[in-house]
């Protein structure tokens, strides 16, 4: 499985963005996503997270109603809407894709990942 990320960018504080994330493979429709963000000097910690349906959704207290996660399985897509960004959301945004079907938050439950779309925050 391979997953490009795309969508980031430089942004105002308060501002928004979306983030896409493709799979390659049709295996994507039975795997869980998520995104993590990293920034240098960091740990990459996670940010949100989809089952394979949509059913699930799970995110970080600190993007909690200010970030949307949504999938499109017939496109092999997930996205990521962002609002209201501030200028601790900037960092590398990674998309993966988890080896089980639930909105999991652990970085070891996930077996794929994209190589990152850099999301800068300015203020």
């Known amino acids: 499985v391979q997953l490009q990320a795309s969508g980031g960018g430089l942004v105002q504080a308060g501002g928004s963005l979306r983030l896409s994330c493709a799979a390659s493979r049709r295996m994507f429709s039975t795997n869980g996503m998520g995104w993590f963000r990293q920034v240098p000097g960091k740990e990459r910690e996670f940010v949100s997270a989809?089952?394979?349906?949509?059913?699930?959704?799970y995110y970080t207290d600190s993007v909690n109603g200010r970030f949307t996660i949504s999938r499109v399985n017939a496109k092999n897509t997930v996205y990521l809407e962002m609002s209201g960004l501030k200028l601790e959301d900037t960092g590398r945004y990674y998309c993966?894709?988890?080896?089980?079907?639930?909105?999991?938050?652990?970085?070891?439950?996930?077996?794929?990942w994209g190589q990152g779309t850099l999301v800068t925050v300015s203020s």
């Open positions: 993966a894709a988890g080896r089980y079907g639930g909105a999991r938050s652990d970085l070891s439950d996930y077996t794929y």
């Open positions: 989809i089952s394979w349906n949509g059913s699930s959704k």
